[in-house]
């Protein structure tokens, strides 16, 4: 018999007042194994981390939720005068600006790396910053009348895009061959050139059109590789310039170096996104509570869904890491996903947790259903269900209640989360402090 229990995953907070709406479900009695777990993790965790204030919540809240377009636009969202106007609901975090440290590393890695290997990234939500035109390297061929060309990349690679559904999606604002922080120097303000914000598209598959030859040519030669630059890893999309004039006989092969054209791709962050980092039950007294079992960004949206005729809350997840070995799924039974799945390994494999390889894996983003949207209710993170999976076929969705011990505890996204098998309180020595009292800072 498989057996599942859920207590009350449904919690709001608003201003000035709290409800909890909280119920439990099972095949069987209260001497289920589900209850049995919940009931051992709660003598655990106060015996770790001593009595819990009666007003915790852990970090959850009421948040503003946004309308954003509907969910099956997918395209360049060009309004770059509302990404990050606080007035409008894209509701979007500045990235970083591209330094010119970066561009010396990134630009020097991909000259001493021939055919580099591609890290699968699969981003739906996320920015494009422009990185480097190699302006320097040029290729020469022979015309149809002998005389030698000489062909430069950074003038020719023109028409970025992305490919959405079999289809070139085109990225705008990157024609010119200004990096992003060059253009905010020159105009005092965030640069419409050398960046786009994507929404609801794909970062599987990049490619250029040659302004030089066939441009009419989608050309996909590229990789994705994870580099460090002073201790931060980023994600950037590399080209191999090829060109070929149908009006003549010159034409230029590939060399295997991708550094033609580089770009960064950055997740997107938004001011009401929030970092959920959980425990699947199995810590007890005298493990660690380490709170890696799954670790996941995620932010609450409104949206018109055109297909199905209905306003819809949804919520955006960019999955960060995954330290448990049993298997989470994030979502409802209507909409839902395993977050091992997600990243490409087994249950058995514990992603971006261990020290020193905390950025193995790229973050996976995925968009999932909440609720048909009746306007009788204030929703926020902590309505996204997590569901873990025990042997024999029992299940326990995590709840986290007001003053009982969090299973999700909720963090802003800049949180650090621990490496494997380190207490959280080892990590951060203000936590215990915190369990007694919500006010303390303590990360």
Request: hydrophobic fraction near 35%; include cysteine.
């Amino acid at each position: 018999m498989n057996k599942i229990i859920n207590f009350g995953a449904m919690l709001t907070i608003a201003a000035g007042a709290v409800t909890f709406n909280s119920s439990c479900s099972s095949n069987d009695d209260l001497g289920n194994v589900e209850t049995i777990k919940q009931q051992e993790f709660k003598k655990a965790f106060t015996a770790e981390f001593g009595n819990i204030a009666s007003d915790h919540s852990w970090g959850f809240g009421a948040v503003e939720i946004p309308t954003l377009g509907q969910a099956t636009t997918k395209a360049a969202a060009t309004n770059s005068n509302q990404w990050f106007d606080p007035n409008q609901n894209y509701k979007l975090v500045q990235p970083e600006f591209i330094t010119d440290r970066e561009i010396e590393v990134v630009s020097q890695w991909f000259k001493d790396h021939k055919n580099p290997v591609s890290t699968p990234v699969n981003l739906t939500d996320f920015f494009v910053l422009q990185v480097y035109n190699e302006n320097e390297q040029t290729y020469t061929g022979t015309d149809n009348n002998g005389a030698t060309q000489t062909v430069t990349p950074a003038g020719h690679m023109d028409w970025i895009c992305v490919e959405e559904n079999g289809n070139a999606e085109h990225i705008n604002n990157l024609n010119s061959n200004t990096p992003a922080f060059k253009a905010e120097n020159n105009t005092g303000s965030f640069p419409t050139t050398g960046i786009q914000y994507m929404q609801n598209s794909s970062t599987a598959k990049w490619g250029f059109k040659d302004s030089y030859g066939d441009e009419n040519t989608v050309k996909w030669d590229f990789v994705i590789c994870a580099i460090e630059v002073d201790g931060k890893v980023g994600y950037y999309v590399g080209y191999d310039y090829s060109t070929r004039k149908s009006s003549s006989s010159l034409e230029i092969a590939k060399d295997g170096y991708y550094n033609d054209r580089i770009l960064k791709v950055v997740p997107a962050v938004h001011t009401t996104q929030k970092r959920i980092i959980a425990e699947d039950l199995g810590a007890s007294n005298g493990s660690d509570f380490d709170y890696n079992d799954v670790v996941f960004d995620a932010f609450v949206y409104s949206t018109w869904n055109g297909v199905t005729g209905r306003n819809e809350i949804r919520a955006a997840i960019t999955i960060l890491a995954a330290g448990g070995t049993l298997p989470i799924y994030i979502g409802s039974k209507d909409d839902k996903f395993e977050v091992h799945e997600a990243f490409g390994v087994s249950t058995s494999t514990m992603v971006n947790t261990i020290a020193g390889k905390k950025n193995e894996y790229a973050p996976v983003q995925k968009d999932i259903f909440i609720a048909v949207n009746n306007n009788d209710k204030e929703y926020n993170v902590n309505d996204i269900q997590v569901e873990v999976q025990y042997g024999g076929g029992d299940s326990a969705i995590l709840y986290t209640l007001k003053g009982e011990a969090p299973q999700k505890i909720c963090v802003e996204p800049t949180f650090d989360w621990c490496d494997e098998y380190q207490n959280i309180s080892t990590k951060y020595s203000l936590f215990k402090d915190y369990v007694g009292n919500p006010s303390v800072k303590w990360y």
